[in-house]
């Protein structure tokens, strides 16, 4: 399985942002939103063995969690108006700060409350990663080997001290995608191609 | 310099499209527009090194082209609306049917009148390589290592046969990102992740 955990410092956790405004109004939750496509969706199909967790920092209830699950999400579509849409509901329709396990809002798209540990709580014994621009280069990383792996990205203002403190702490490794500092889009995108590759190595 | 073209088959040559439903109306311009972002957005800042050509096969004035520039580009955002409200801008104020050559619309956004053939002409004497799934591996792929390249990518529908055939009968070579079929965006990440790495390389 593979997992990805992005970060939202300031995405709303609420559901309350303009579809026609949503880089403006959702703490840049479109941010987020483009992870999810660039992480489960393929040409013609979603990726069975991924989720997505979005950790939403930002407004009313934060912090939440949103989980796309793609061996059970249903109608994702790959524009951001679309997910926003759905993400929007889901969130608008959960139940606010009680609810600390994930329950289901849509096929496949659940909301908890919590942030960080919510996830943690979540992934198990996943191989814990960080995609940084200072780690080891992600070609050869050994820690994507794992056949459980989440790997941890930051949105356009990067991760907060005490949350990569925390999975530090917690053993996880920092890797790199290349020279450049990219969109977190970007960042899922090249990990995942690393890991088409290795997963395509094993079956031949 | 490094330069994308994305075969649009279907995709709005007129503007004439609905900024709400983007997918339904546009002739998934939307992925097209994912590919500009892809392309040209870096995490706080645009390439100036490329250029992206979208081919616009569909609706009223088709075939058109529309050329944005990263080394003359202003105010670009990374979300899909505010690309496409730039982008139907610049093909509604454009002149249609006219213009042989690129007309600049916006800062660095040109648009022009034909399909591929305009833009093989604005592409000079530029290393032409398609992005296929079937194509040698684009790691360690020599023709990305020509000083400028033309990389050209099918929409969700793929290259068409009389395009294709053209560009390999001009040299074109096929190269793949990976073991599986990827959004149109996603392919020109990969590529240009290997682009990155390649002049850090040689920057080494």
Same mark, same amino acid.
């Given at each position: 399985?593979?997992?990805?955990?992005?970060?939202? /410092?300031?995405?709303?956790?609420?559901?309350?942002?303009?579809?026609?405004?949503?880089?403006?109004?959702? &703490? *840049?939750?479109?941010?987020?939103?483009?992870?999810?496509?660039?992480?489960?969706?393929?040409s013609h199909g979603v990726r069975r063995d991924a989720i997505v967790y979005l950790v939403l920092g930002g407004g009313a209830g934060a912090p939440r969690?949103?989980?796309?699950?793609?061996?059970a999400a249903r109608y994702l579509r790959p524009d951001e108006r679309s997910l926003a849409t759905l993400f929007k509901k889901a969130?608008?329709?959960?139940?606010?700060?009680?609810?600390?396990?994930?329950?289901?809002? /849509?096929?496949?798209v659940a909301v908890a409350s919590g942030g960080v540990?919510?996830?943690?709580?979540?992934? &198990? *014994?996943?191989?814990?990663?960080l995609l940084e621009t200072?780690?080891?280069d992600v070609r050869g990383q050994p820690a994507l080997?794992?056949?459980?792996?989440a790997l941890f990205v930051g949105d356009h203002?990067?991760?907060?001290?005490?949350?990569?403190?925390?999975?530090?702490?917690?053993?996880?490794c920092c890797t790199s995608v290349g020279p450049l500092a990219l969109h977190a889009e970007d960042a899922v995108v090249v990990a995942t191609n690393e890991l088409d590759r290795r997963e395509a190595a094993r079956r031949a």
């Open positions: 399985m593979r997992r990805f955990v992005i970060l939202g /410092r300031h995405a709303s956790a609420s559901g309350d942002f303009l579809l026609d405004d949503l880089p403006g109004t959702s &703490g *840049r939750l479109d941010v987020l939103v483009r992870c999810v496509r660039a992480a489960l969706l393929v969690v949103l989980r796309v699950e793609g061996s969130l608008a329709t959960s139940p606010k700060g009680a609810a600390e396990s994930f329950a289901e809002a /849509r096929p496949g540990e919510r996830v943690l709580a979540d992934v &198990g *014994r996943a191989q814990l990663v200072e780690g080891a080997d794992a056949p459980d792996v203002t990067g991760f907060d001290a005490a949350a990569r403190s925390r999975l530090l702490d917690l053993g996880a």
